[in-house]
């Protein structure tokens, strides 16, 4: 927990606070791994800069910190999200009824989706409030369903996009998909619908348009770099109104709020490509 709070601009102690808050996590959840945090804070701290004091205390940071890692580069990190995180992916996508080989081509495929993208690796999605292992699992899903898809010449319908999250899901998060899956998928279309008009371009090209963060860049006439943060702050701007949407109409607390961010985050991961089509 941090012990400081946040203030508009990041201040030394501040970024002090989130590196010693992450190293623990980080010797919680790998004793073993050491890290180097100073450009990991400020780019969480800018990240999120908006978000309540509460809320950035609950970031899953040792997750997160894996999931920036890798995305840069990193090769222990890239190794450790490879062992940990998507080998274990087989299970998940055997239940999706996959062949042995289109298992294979699917670990590779998230392989490049996640830790290189088309110039924005997938993980830098990655919120920090789900569990990383079932943000992954919900990807492996995603890869599966357009697998099948491609197969027999057909979209996923709703049903189908609900249902299959749940093979990966803990518990907890399948309860939560169960009981509030209605209300999410009408939040989560009124959250795009409210979103600001370049926000909604930019999520359109890069996850209806499969348009890389080149030709994005080029297209808006702003550095590749540039457009790669508009989209995570576009992404981030609609889950953060989806959640707010739900905590209001069903007035939960605390406990269940936690739950609608790992419902968020991973129902935006499997739909937001479908809810951005939508007439």
Not at 74 to 94: K, S
Not at 168 to 185: C, V, W
């Amino acid at each position: 927990m941090l012990p400081v709070a946040l203030t508009p601009a990041a201040s030394p102690a501040e970024l002090e606070a989130i590196q010693a808050a992450t190293a623990a996590s980080i010797a919680v959840a790998w004793p073993d791994r050491t890290a180097d945090l100073t450009r990991f804070a400020p780019a969480l701290r800018d990240r999120f800069a908006a978000l309540p004091l509460a809320e950035f205390q609950e970031l899953r940071l040792a997750e997160l910190w894996l999931a920036w890692a890798a995305a840069d580069g990193d090769p222990d990190a890239t190794a450790l999200v490879d062992a940990e995180f998507i080998r274990p992916l087989v299970g998940v996508l055997r239940r999706t009824g996959l062949l042995p080989d289109q298992i294979e081509d699917a670990l590779q495929e998230i392989r490049v989706r996640l830790l290189v993208g088309d110039g924005r690796p997938r993980l830098l999605d990655y919120a920090g409030r789900a569990d990383l292992r079932a943000w992954m699992r919900t990807v492996a899903v995603r890869m599966a369903i357009d697998l099948q898809r491609k197969r027999r010449d057909a979209p996923a319908d709703d049903d189908e996009l609900l249902e299959l999250p749940a093979l990966g899901d803990d518990p907890e998060l399948q309860h939560a998909k169960s009981l509030y899956r209605r209300e999410f998928a009408a939040a989560a279309t009124a959250a795009i619908a409210a979103a600001p008009a370049r926000d909604r371009l930019l999520l359109k090209m890069s996850y209806l348009d499969g348009a890389s963060i080149d030709q994005i860049g080029q297209a808006l006439g702003v550095h590749r770099a540039t457009a790669a943060r508009w989209i995570t702050a576009a992404r981030d701007g609609v889950a953060e109104r989806t959640r707010a949407l739900l905590q209001a109409q069903l007035g939960v607390g605390a406990s269940t709020l936690r739950q609608l961010g790992q419902l968020v985050e991973s129902g935006l991961e499997l739909s937001i490509g479908r809810l951005l089509a939508a007439p």
